[in-house]
Every structure is written in C-alpha cells, then in structure tokens.
C-alpha cells in the first residue's frame, strides 16, 4: 500500500500552484509575478516611503537588482528544463559608495605608485554584488522538481 505524507507534498503542490497560476495569468495578460513581488516587498517591509512621504529618489545608474524571465537551460548549470523562472542579477554604478581607501588606491593607480603587474590585479572601485540570494524552484524534462539554492539575487549592495 502506498503511503504518502501530506507535509512533504505540500511544497510541491504549492509551486506547481504558482506555476500554474503564473501561466494562466501570462495568457491572460495579467501580473502574476509582479503582484506576487508586490506582496513580498510588503512582507519584508520593503517599498517605504521617504520622511516626505514619497519614494526615496534611485539613480538609473545606482547599484540594484534587476529581473529577466529566462529558460532554466540558458543559465548553464547543466538542468534538461525548457522552462521559464524569473532569475533576479545586479546591476549598476557604486561610484557613490566610494570610501577614502578607493579615493587613495585610485591615485596610487593613476600616478604610478603600484608595480604595473600589481596594478592589473586591483580594482579601485567597489562592485555592485548580491548580499542575499534566494533559491529557484523549476520542473525539469524528467518532470522531477529541483531546486537550486543561492542561485537569484535577493538584494545587491556595494562591496569591496
């Protein structure tokens, strides 16, 4: 007789669920990702107002997470999947992040100061990074569900 334990099923109901609804929505028109965004930013607290009460102003060019549907396939980790997940990477500028330390290893760089082989290797600057990832969820060709942890950025900063 076969068993099976609710607990351990649940998961994978759930995401099929958001699977599901997710495509359903798509040949709608509709926003299941972005609604799906907006109640995770109210849950961590994110999407605040400024003192004024209004959004607090981005540069186009500021250090932030980006998001781009891709094929399970393109991200070259080896999984059979054609199918789609949303993969969230960082981009932009951390030129205002820019410590005392970059301002001197910057000088030293252009005046000569570092051995030219030395100098290749260093970067002046800091880099826009996730500090938080979060895991992606997919179904593969075998219909098997994986998950791959750490595999999304959750949040970028500046580091380094």
Known sequence: ELEWEPAAVWPVWERSRATL????????????LKKKEKEGERERGGGGKGKNGRQPKQSSRDCRVEKREMRVRDLGLGFDSDEIVLFKFCVGSCQSSRT?????????????SLPRRTARKVSSHP?????????????DAQTTWRTIQSLSAASCMCMG
Do not use: T
């Open 100 to 112: 005392n330390y970059d301002l001197a290893l910057k000088a030293l760089l252009e005046n000569g």
């Open 127 to 139: 880099c826009c990074r996730p500090d938080r990832y979060e895991p992606v969820s997919f179904m």
């Open 21 to 32: 609804w997710a495509c359903l929505e798509a040949r709608r028109g509709g926003s299941f």
